[in-house]
Nanobody, 116 residues
Framework: QVQLVESGGGLVQAGGSLRLSCAAS????????VRWFRQAPGKEREFVAR????????YYADSVKGRFTISRDNAKNTVYLQMNSLKSEDTAVYYC?????????WGQGTQVTVSS
């Protein structure tokens, strides 16, 4: 079993930055991919970014491309989402998701609020 815990959310002014963390614990963490999603009030959950564990390639939603960066720290079993130039429309609960091929795990989410 894998547990994912997000942290790093908070309140920030438009144009500011935050770094979210997704820490994995439990059995050996070797997912195929780790993704960040977000869900704004009244909206469906949407994809934000993906990190492919083997090779380290990344992929971003058009809405965050050039502003967000996904990365990982092997030693800490942690995936980060660096968010720069934040906009009010980035306000949402952010979730990380790990896909091992046989199972998918979700964290509990962390709130990001961007004030304009």
């Amino acid at each position: 079993q894998v547990q994912l815990v997000e942290s790093g959310g908070g309140l920030v002014q438009a144009g500011g930055s935050l770094r979210l963390s997704c820490a994995a614990s439990g059995r050996t963490f070797r997912p195929y991919t780790v993704r960040w999603f977000r869900q704004a009030p009244g909206k469906e959950r949407e994809f934000v970014a993906r990190y492919n564990w083997s090779g380290g390639s990344t992929y971003y939603a058009d809405s965050v491309k050039g502003r967000f960066t996904i990365s990982r720290d092997n030693a800490k079993n942690t995936v980060y989402l660096q968010m720069n130039s934040l906009k009010s429309e980035d306000t949402a609960v952010y979730y990380c998701n790990a896909d091992t091929g046989s199972e998918r795990y979700w964290g509990q989410g962390t709130q990001v609020t961007v004030s304009s």
